[in-house]
């Protein structure tokens, strides 16, 4: 019984580790990025980083909502969200995105460090808390690597 509670307690670590960012992390990696070059396109992208971001808040908001209520929240990947503008309407509006984004993965990260979170548990769709979370940490992963290279591009790296 030892080497499982071992075992569990070295996912929900590893999860974290991973949710947060490794060695990109998701929150600090936004916050560094310059507001003023949030809503540029680079030619041949059809996004921004504030697009991405949005896109990005989304997408784990909805993973989030399928780890709190797993059973009633099966549809978890919805037709991908992407804002109407490519351009925050003003800065508090991109802040207030990454706040989002960092209170929701706090949340998450919560979910998978109680121990009532049943990891494992298959429901009606198919899908585990731990595929959510694996699926959240993969997605900010991809979408984070879009942002630093939109931002290598622009100088903000």
Do not use: C
Not at 18 to 23: D, E, R, S
Not at 32 to 39: D, I, N, R, T, V
Not at 118 to 126: A, D, I, T
Not at 133 to 140: D, G, P, Y
Request: aromatic residues 10%; without cysteine.
């Amino acid at each position: 019984m030892k080497g499982d509670q071992n075992a569990d307690n070295l996912l929900r670590a590893q999860l974290t580790e991973l949710l947060i960012g490794g060695f990109a992390p998701v929150i600090t990696l936004l916050r560094e990025f310059h507001f003023e070059k949030a809503g540029i396109l680079l030619e041949g992208l059809p996004f921004s980083a504030y697009s991405l971001l949005e896109h990005m808040r989304h997408r784990q908001h909805v993973l989030l909502k399928f780890m709190r209520n797993p059973a009633d929240q099966l549809n978890v990947w919805p037709d991908a969200y992407w804002p109407e503008s490519v351009e925050p309407e003003n800065r508090q509006v991109w802040e207030d995105a990454i706040e989002a984004v960092e209170k929701d993965l706090e949340e998450i990260i919560e979910i998978v460090h109680h121990r009532d979170s049943l990891l494992f548990e298959v429901y009606e769709n198919g899908k585990t808390i731990s595929w959510a979370a694996m699926t959240i940490f993969h997605h900010n992963a991809y979408t984070i690597g879009q942002i630093k290279a939109i931002g290598r591009q622009l100088g903000v790296w």
